[in-house]
Nanobody, 121 residues
Framework: QVQLVESGGGLVQPGGSLRLSCVASGSIFSINAMGWYRQAPGKQRELVAR???????NYADSVKGRFTISRDNAKNTVYLQMNSLKPEDTAVYYCNAALVPGPLQVLRDYWGQGTQVTVSS
């Protein structure tokens, strides 16, 4: 069993900052990548930021220069530092991990339960 547990969401004013955390636990053989997606009401889920175990990162154009993803590989944890938040960043943020749960198993995607981020004055 693999679990992803997010924390750090909440209500923040425009221009403010939040830091999201996600810990992966359970049966984990190796992690290929961890990242964050978000889904606003009435919209499709979209990639926010992703970081591979080798250190490669990619960001949505809308968050470049404002959000920073980082990982602690030893703790199976990924963070998302969100600065200069805008109302359009309001969404449920989901943690994602592409990992192999066992030595003879294949790479699979796992998701957290989501954490709400609301940017409003």
């Amino acid at each position: 069993q693999v679990q992803l547990v997010e924390s750090g969401g909440g209500l923040v004013q425009p221009g403010g900052s939040l830091r999201l955390s996600c810990v992966a636990s359970g049966s984990i053989f190796s992690i290929n990548a961890m990242g964050w997606y978000r889904q606003a009401p009435g919209k499709q889920r979209e990639l926010v930021a992703r970081r591979t175990s080798g250190g490669s990162t990619n960001y949505a154009d809308s968050v470049k220069g404002r959000f920073t993803i980082s990982r602690d590989n030893a703790k199976n944890t990924v963070y998302l530092q969100m600065n200069s938040l805008k109302p359009e960043d309001t969404a449920v943020y989901y943690c994602n991990a592409a990992l192999v749960p066992g030595p003879l198993q294949v790479l699979r995607d796992y998701w957290g339960q989501g954490t709400q981020v609301t940017v409003s004055s």
